[in-house]
């Protein structure tokens, strides 16, 4: 026999207690807790149901502050399948994380990107703790990305490489949409000549058509005699 700790057992007890402990807080809330204006309500309709789940909680517009002290917690709402647009669209930012709301239970709830500027960038990233792994495990497009309005230094200190940007479709039609000069990208990125021509820089048409300054552009892009692969270039200009 075994004298080894069953830590998956011995976890699987503890948050089954935690979950007991919570329903029978729920069980036990006293009527005197309610508030005045809950009192009036059930006077004027005792016939309306009572809360019973985090989803009845929400429908009876509480404040998530109010559901906390009822027992509930992150957990709850997403063991209950709630839609995170359902948590998004009712509640700030600042409610939501103080309620104990992270990253794992939105991504549970189905959170997409689109919802994210809801969040200031101190809290996504001491709070929530984003990077580039966690934005593209979501699905994150290049232009939802561009969408988001993160300036140079950030999408490089959330890990968003050449190579992470290259591979989520970044090249010189779609750098265009995050608005940063093609010096920025020179000097936050600092792409090599094989990348520059594999992101299409080197194209006079797809540069003409995407927006860019080609005079910028041919003061930035390395010298026209250089190699790339063994080969000279043979630029479109």
Known sequence: MSLLPDFGGDREIAIGADVEARVR???????????????????????????????????HNKKLMVIHDYGFS????????????KINSRYSSTDILDFGFRWEHMVAM?????????????????ILQLDAAKLLAIR?????????????HQLVEMGFD???LARLGANVD???QFKFSIQDIKRNWSPTLSQWVSGGFYDKE??????????????????MTER???RVLRLAF
């Not at 992150?74 to 647009?85: H, K, L, M, N």
């Not at 994150?140 to 140079?152: F, G, N, R, S, V």
């Open 110 to 126: 189905n959170i997409i990107p689109a919802q994210l500027p809801a969040f200031s960038w101190i809290q996504q990233q001491h």
């Open 174 to 176: 779609t750098w265009k």
């Open 74 to 85: 992150p957990t709850d709402a997403v063991q209950e399948r709630i839609p995170w647009s």
């Open 228 to 230: 790339c692969s063994g």
């Open 25 to 59: 807080r729920r069980q036990l809330q006293p009527c005197s807790n309610l508030s005045y204006g809950e009192k009036v309500i059930r006077l004027i309709s005792p016939l309306t149901p009572k809360a019973n789940t985090f989803t009845d909680h929400l429908n």
């Open 206 to 223: 797809r540069i003409e058509k995407a927006g860019w300054a080609l005079s910028d552009v041919l003061d930035t892009l390395p010298a």
């Open 162 to 164: 050449w190579s992470v």
């Open 140 to 152: 994150m497009t290049i232009t939802e990305l561009a969408q988001m309005k993160y300036t140079t």
